[in-house]
């Protein structure tokens, strides 16, 4: 997507960019971060009068390549259905900013960083960190690239959590807010199932207690945590639809403990690919920045105090399949909204694909979110 | 429960009894085991007509101490909530009889077992086995105990399959069946969970593709294994009751990767208290063989056909929370029964506990069972 780079001279602007901020960086644990590393893009160009900004957040394994083929992959852009000409978020009409988030491992500090202190890798010595944290940094990123206030930010997933928490830490720089297949917490489900993946990825020796050597990664472990995780995106009557009880490339069982199943040879390939493109320490920081994640926490449990602040217009969208970040989690916060005064539009959408539909192509999402912003435009 | 154990002086009755039976026993993968160890338990006493044999069928991990104290925990019989006296199966009534699956770790024949052609464990070189293989050795076992027609056969889980399995593969020998929370074949997202339990145990360097010492097995792969399927076992409803988001022995977040939420410490407890009772290799063969499971299969998928030379009766029990084998799956097996003719009675029971409702207190459970049981006797 090359095309749709900003013609600006200006270095800030473009693909693939690199910012390193001067810190210290304070983060919600108390402890901070000495230098803060942002990889990030931009595509389109800011209105003069700053009006037209959107930020793009991303999920727990997505990245700034929200709009153009991943370096490493040499895959489409994550959101492409989404984020480009023609689409609800248009670098035409649009400036679109998506930085890769704190914790994560394409550009911005976490654990695999340099600790400028030591000169070693950060590891599992790299703080643990918070949502909160996340969406503080790219703050950090917007005033660098003399962003005041934001038309909107999106996100789905964890990049919906971002967004809820954009418009209560900062709420004089949010106009709306887009909150895709998301929650404003972490069930005990949730937190379980990163559980057994942080689990895989500790049990395996390769981890070396985060000091593993970047070319000898806890892979094994590390794909064994995508593929409990994967399950989660799916819902049991896609995986039917998809895979059924078909057998990979047989007349009739093996008996063996081959991926006899298509639905085994799926899961080894999602595991295994992901190991290719991910950090695992940065697998571990990032599940547990989702699972501290609770915006009523800091308001005795009362959400709608969370939102007091805001006065930003949201737009919520569930899928039916979702069993994740289930419609009920949207619906607790239309009501937490709704108590506390602010403008919401909340639509579930059917879909038989679970937690993955936001990712995929989706009409009548994209409806919604190309009609909230051209309202508040 | 030793009170109720038969007082017979005939060594083949009672508690934690072992039987090795001359092979060779086939299998459906078409290989075949020159010899047959059974362990097993009895309770009660067979009436003279022999009218009064009930097989008790246990799921995934269960073993033959349905009814008595485990050896190696210590922890009371799984199902002494059904299985005892003044219960639905009782030993002052009943005789029943309770055998370790075929591929288990408590006495039968499995994968720790010493391969007599070789005098060394079969580990991997064990053949695949399936449900039907552990019916035919259970059947093996009613020869040699001397019981002939079953008043009934019973079983939750895994064990409902088997009870299932017998009305088939023994329509002669079964006059009723008892499947709770159970299912006619393995879904796409069940195979999808027993996958990551098994490339977990298969990713620990310690399994040493099966060949590990008795006293240095994968145990942090099959820990992370049953962490895995353990949420699969309970419900979101469950887990929120039972957990939430409270923390373990904290007032505040630690900002750590130390089990901080109750729900982290609780499946680590069950990941780990799980290995000091389990054999990893049997968790992968009796993985593989509910994977294998589709009644359906032999029968171009026509479920009722399958069950067509049965005269049996059957009651199945689901539970509205367990998402594991689902109330569809009940209902299908309903569905297919009713199209075979057979007598079926059907109940799904409330319950916010998951698929582990089959192994707690359960005092409508208890009256489906107890009353079927007597209208059949």
Chains 1, 2 share one sequence.
Not at 50 to 70: K, M, P, R
Not at 326 to 332: E, I, K, L, N, Y
């Amino acid at each position: 997507m090359a095309s749709v780079a900003t013609a600006s001279l200006d270095q800030r602007f473009g693909l693939d960019r690199r910012v390193s901020l001067a810190g210290p960086f304070a983060l919600a644990s108390g402890q901070s971060l000495a230098r803060l590393d942002i990889g990030y893009e931009t595509y389109g160009s800011l209105a003069p009068d700053g009006g037209n900004a959107i930020l793009v957040c991303h999920a727990l394994t997505g990245d700034q390549y929200v709009a153009s083929d991943h370096p490493l992959t040499g895959k489409p852009g994550w959101w492409t259905r989404l984020v480009g000409p023609g689409r609800p978020i248009d670098p035409e009409r649009h400036f679109i900013i998506c930085s890769n988030v704190l914790g994560g491992c394409m550009g911005t500090t976490g654990p695999s960083s340099i600790d400028p202190a030591t000169g070693d890798r950060y590891a599992m010595r790299f703080p643990v960190i918070t949502i909160r944290d996340m969406v503080n940094a790219q703050a950090a990123l917007l005033d660098h690239l003399g962003v005041g206030v934001l038309q909107a930010v999106v996100g789905g997933s964890m990049g919906g959590m971002q967004a809820l928490d954009w418009a209560v830490a900062h709420p004089a720089r949010v106009r709306s807010v887009v909150g895709i297949a998301t929650a404003a917490r972490h069930s005990a489900q949730n937190i379980a199932f990163h559980e057994v993946g942080r689990q895989a990825i500790m049990a395996d020796p390769m981890w070396r207690a985060g000091d593993y050597a970047p070319d000898a990664p806890p892979a094994a472990g590390l794909a064994v945590a995508r593929m409990a995780a994967h399950i989660t995106y799916l819902s049991e009557e896609g995986l039917t639809a998809k895979f059924g009880r078909r057998l990979q490339d047989r007349a009739g069982l093996g008996f063996s403990f081959d991926a006899e199943f298509q639905v085994e040879s799926y899961l080894r390939h999602q595991g295994l690919s992901f190991t290719q493109r991910f950090d695992a320490n940065s697998y571990l920081y990032i599940t547990r920045a989702l699972d501290y994640f609770d915006l009523a926490a800091a308001h005795d449990g009362q959400l709608a105090r969370a939102f007091a602040g805001s006065r930003a217009r949201f737009a919520l969208v569930s899928f039916t399949s979702d069993w994740l970040y289930p419609t009920s989690q949207a619906r607790r916060l239309v009501r937490a909204l709704n108590a506390a005064g602010a403008a919401v539009s909340f639509c579930e959408l059917e879909s038989p694909f679970g937690h993955d539909a936001f990712l995929l192509e989706a009409p009548e999402m994209n409806r919604v979110v190309d009609g909230f912003l051209r309202a508040g435009a």
